[in-house]
Nanobody, 116 residues
Framework: QVQLVESGGGLVQPGGSLRLSCAASGSIYNIYSMGWYRQAPGKQRELVAVITSGGRTNYADSVKGRFTISGDNAKNTVYLQLNSLKPEDTAVYYC??????????WGQGTQVTVSS
């Protein structure tokens, strides 16, 4: 059984920062990538950022220069540093893990709310 435990969401003012963490545990092997998606009310879930086990990263255009993804392969953990937050960043952020065997796992989601 695989478990993804997310933390770090919350309420922040525009221009503020947050750091999300996601730790994968259980019977999970050969992780290919870990990443973050988000879903705002009434919108589809979208990719925010992803990092491969080799360290390659990819970001949504809307967060480039503001968000930074990093990972710790030894701990099966991925982080997302969110800076210069905007109200439009408000969403539920989901951790995603993909293995080399094409298994996909999702976290339960953590709420990020940007509001004054």
């Amino acid at each position: 059984q695989v478990q993804l435990v997310e933390s770090g969401g919350g309420l922040v003012q525009p221009g503020g920062s947050l750091r999300l963490s996601c730790a994968a545990s259980g019977s999970i092997y050969n992780i290919y990538s870990m990443g973050w998606y988000r879903q705002a009310p009434g919108k589809q879930r979208e990719l925010v950022a992803v990092i491969t086990s080799g360290g390659r990263t990819n970001y949504a255009d809307s967060v480039k220069g503001r968000f930074t993804i990093s990972g710790d392969n030894a701990k099966n953990t991925v982080y997302l540093q969110l800076n210069s937050l905007k109200p439009e960043d408000t969403a539920v952020y989901y951790c995603n893990v993909a293995t080399a065997h094409a298994n996909i796992y999702w976290g339960q989601g953590t709420q990020v709310t940007v509001s004054s």
